[in-house]
């Protein structure tokens, strides 16, 4: 890493370039985007949200159904093994008060 450049800021630049390929994804060639999918596991699953974003929004769906049955109750924020889906579900709420949640 360059002199003086510590791992936040590494991070931070790492963090707003992935930004940035998400807001060009329309201007990426198959083979780039086929490239990010390789970096990582994570990444692969990001860039498939990206490019699919109803399919996401399906299965996260699933989910949540999967989720309310095997437990009887919404999945707790704080919780780490819930807390992403649960994340997910307050996001919802909030899109659907505001108007942004589409039929």
């Known amino acids: 890493r ?5 791992v936040a800021d590494k991070e931070i630049s790492l963090a707003r370039w992935l930004g ?3 807001k060009k994804l329309a201007q990426l060639s198959r083979q780039q985007v086929d490239q ?5 596991p994570k990444i692969a699953a990001s ?4 490019t699919a974003p109803f399919d996401h929004w399906l ?4 989910d949540m159904s999967e ?3 095997q437990h ?10 819930e807390g992403s889906l649960g994340r997910w579900w307050r996001v919802q709420n909030l899109r659907q008060k ?5 039929e």
Not at 36 to 40: K, S
Not at 47 to 50: K, M, N
Not at 73 to 79: A, F, G, M, S, V
Request: proline content about 5%; aromatic content about 6%; overall charge positive.
């Open 2 to 6: 360059p002199e003086g450049v510590g």
């Open 20 to 22: 940035t390929q998400r």
């Open 36 to 40: 990010l999918r390789t970096v990582h």
């Open 47 to 50: 860039v498939d949200r990206w």
């Open 59 to 62: 299965s996260r769906c699933h």
């Open 67 to 69: 989720f309310v049955k």
């Open 72 to 81: 009887g109750r919404l999945p707790r924020i704080n919780d780490m093994s």
């Open 98 to 102: 505001a108007g942004r949640l589409t």
